[in-house]
């Protein structure tokens, strides 16, 4: 399966596709039937990876199943957290066999039973180990990284956060997709202070479109991402109206896309949440 590196040698700029594994039948067909639709649109997708691997055999076999059915580069999220390094080894060997060569790289959130969880001697401490490890493998595989336009929550200053995401690109990383923001100058400062650093990689904006204010709050607690003055403004007064949620939130995600894309950006990356709207009602009305 074709690299995200070799799309971006012939592809100045990418839309791409999140999903989760689903945890239902129900929510698994959903997930294909979104698919078929968003393939038309999608030059690559994207499928997360359950806290603590969780989800190990799931992400597998929807990552192999999306190839199949669309013959579209899939990206295989894969987290450090509960694997050792044998553990690790094994996992790149059957996704080898597999053919599946983009990873995006992660330390990965502790277990939802496991808060207090710390790595053992034989597992990753950082997530450069694990792109150090997927290196290890010539140039079968692509290595992604997350990036955090804010910082990463546990890290004390930004500037220490991207000479973390420089190690991240020295270690083998080729692509970053960033967490989700809502006020782009939030992105453009940490684009240019990651240059500033000497990362050269694409910096994917991760996009999601608002839906339901209570929710994003209670999200943007968990990864840290700030929600602004403008859309507390903008959202809170609405929040038990779902109908005008929706409105005001593909709004708000056309306005944002299109700002990035006029301000050259690589590439859309939107967390679609297994969902055909609203992400494409917010494509089909961005000038792309
Ligand atoms: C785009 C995106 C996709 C995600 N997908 C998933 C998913 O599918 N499954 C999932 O479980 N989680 C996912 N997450 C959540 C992610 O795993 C957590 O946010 C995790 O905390 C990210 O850590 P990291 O991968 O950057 O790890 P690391 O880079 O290892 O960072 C972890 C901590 O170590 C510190 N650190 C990093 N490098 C160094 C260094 N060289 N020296 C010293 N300290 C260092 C950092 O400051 C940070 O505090 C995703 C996040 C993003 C942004």
């Known amino acids: 399966m074709k690299k995200l590196t070799e799309l971006f040698a012939e592809k100045q700029r990418t839309i791409s596709f999140e999903f989760f594994p689903p945890k239902t039948e ?3 067909a959903k997930l294909y039937d979104t698919a078929d639709v968003l393939a038309e649109k999608a030059d690559f997708f994207n ?18 199943e999306l190839q199949k059915r669309f013959a579209l580069p899939v990206v295989h999220h894969f987290t450090c957290v509960q694997h050792t390094y044998d553990d690790i080894h094994k996992a790149l060997e059957q996704f080898k066999a597999a053919d599946i060569t ?28 694990l792109i150090k490890m997927i290196r290890e493998h010539g140039d079968f595989f692509c290595a992604g990284a997350p990036g955090f336009p804010e910082g990463h929550p546990d890290t004390p200053t930004k500037e220490l956060d991207s000479e973390y995401l ?36 694409r910096l994917l904006p991760g996009m999601l479109t608002i839906t339901n204010y209570p929710k994003l709050i209670e999200f943007c607690n968990t990864c840290g991402a700030t929600i602004p003055q403008s859309v507390t403004d903008i ?35 939107f967390y679609c949440l297994n969902k055909t ?7 089909n009305a961005l000038k792309l």
């Open 277 to 283: 709207e609203p992400v494409m009602t917010v494509y």
């Open 102 to 129: 983009n990873i995006l790289a992660l330390l990965g959130d502790p277990p939802a039973d496991n808060p207090d969880y710390k790595p053992g001697p034989d597992e990753p401490k950082f997530a450069y180990e």
């Open 26 to 28: 129900k929510g698994m």
């Open 166 to 201: 420089k190690i991240k690109q020295d270690a083998g990383a080729e692509v970053v997709f960033t967490q989700l923001f809502f006020d782009n100058d939030i992105y453009y400062e940490f684009r240019d202070r990651v240059r500033a650093e000497g990362v050269t990689m």
């Open 47 to 64: 499928v997360t990876y359950g806290a603590g691997g969780s989800s190990s055999k799931a992400t597998f076999d929807i990552v192999v």
């Open 235 to 269: 959202f809170e007064p609405i929040a038990d109206d779902p109908d005008a949620t929706y409105k005001r939130g593909i709004e708000f995600a056309v306005e944002q896309c299109q700002d990035l894309w006029d301000n050259d950006v690589p590439g859309l990356h």
